[in-house]
């Protein structure tokens, strides 16, 4: 079947981009009673100033307010999981990979739990945060049609540089809510972003008919569910669930930082060099270590008494997580966490793997423990870095690229900077920078 997001015709817009990017400027800059505002939609002139009203930066990336492990359990749990192939087959038929369009389908809060579609139009949307997991909702990306559609509870197109965030203004979008069927509360929305061919008259009588056939899904299932007979549950002990999240900030930092949350429970400890990399360790294998393996990977084989000088390490970090952080106090023979502790290194690799390559390496504060000299510290190290380095020059775009050229990490990358030239179109002013700095690399070798 063929792709229903082949261009029909050529838009006009009601104004030209000059002229909205001049209005927004204006707004943002402060000047609401600028003439130009009068000639951009109502809608979309309302939603920038609820866009100012919530404080949303112009140029922010959005939030990511799902992890790779919190989305996967949430999705299952959505209701629209159970309609996710039906979006599939209103609205990316054939080649999904060569669409031409991304599909987003999000929850009820604005937070995207799928994107699928053209595979490069993914790519270059992931760039300013269009992944799974962020939040799109006006109050956190400003105008959008996602966030927008949720706010007015109806469908919505935005066209270009009508988006409040400038990250987004090369792209275009149509958007509809999806509502359950019983309570007409929003239960979600279905969004499709691309070109200009996401916003034409028939891309919103589409996306509307799928948010409607999905409701009409919805019920269906509902009444089903209804009418088939009650069977006996079988009943199982309740098991008890462990409240703490953890998080273990390495990147950049010697002395890491443990954040723990819950039930009543918000702490944040600065670990030593020693605690860190202990704990570093223990986050990276989850299945437990014997005293001999922990000890390689912290002290290396050259340590005299690495054993007796682990033991005493390790009884002091008990002390410092009973107080900090009781339900991390870690278990022995094998050493191993009572929970799981997430780091910003391992959040960083899953942007990368999300296509979110903007996000990531605004996440990317600098290398794992950089001081750091423990064999297993510095192996995850070099496997950020590479990971970063490799998903970045295979798949962002020139921005970014540039964006990690300017890290400590990538300064010194001469092959980096040759892709960054000959990515950049011949007249761009930054190509002169990019040759002094390669020719100066050349020259020290």
Known sequence: MSSPWSPRRELSPETSRLLIERAHE??????????RLRDVRALVRDSWRRSLDSFVGA????????????????????????????VRGLLLPGDASESGVAVAVGDAAGRLLW?????????????????EGANWSEDAVGTSAPGTAIALDRSVQIHGAEHFNRLVQPWSC????????????????????GG????????????????????????VARLRARAEPARPVKRTPARRVEPTRATLRVLGRDRALLEVTGEGIETVSELGPRHAELLLMLALHRQGLSAERLGELVYGEGEASPSVTLRAEMVRLRKVLERAAPALVPESR???????????????????????HRVALAAYRGDVLPDSTAPGVEEFRDTVRTALREALMAEASVDVLLAFADTDAAADDADLLRLCLSMLPPRSPKRAGLVARIERLESDA
């Open 115 to 131: 994107v699928e579609g053209d595979r490069r139009v993914r790519t270059l949307t992931g760039d300013m945060g269009f992944v």
């Open 334 to 356: 094998p050493y191993r966490l009572g929970i799981d502790v997430e780091t910003d290194a391992h959040q960083v690799l899953s942007l990368l793997d999300r296509g979110a």
């Open 174 to 193: 149509t958007a509809a809510p999806v509502h359950d069927p019983e309570t007409r509360r929003i239960v979600g929305v279905i969004d499709v972003t």
């Open 196 to 219: 200009l061919e996401a916003i034409t008259p028939q891309a919103q009588l589409l996306v509307d008919a799928t948010a409607r056939a999905i409701e009409g899904e919805l019920l």
């Open 26 to 35: 204006e707004l943002v800059a402060g000047n609401d009673a600028d003439a």
């Open 59 to 86: 140029d922010a990336l959005p939030p990511l307010d799902l992890t790779a492990e919190e989305l996967e359990a949430y999705r299952r749990a959505h209701p629209l999981s159970a309609v996710i192939d039906m």
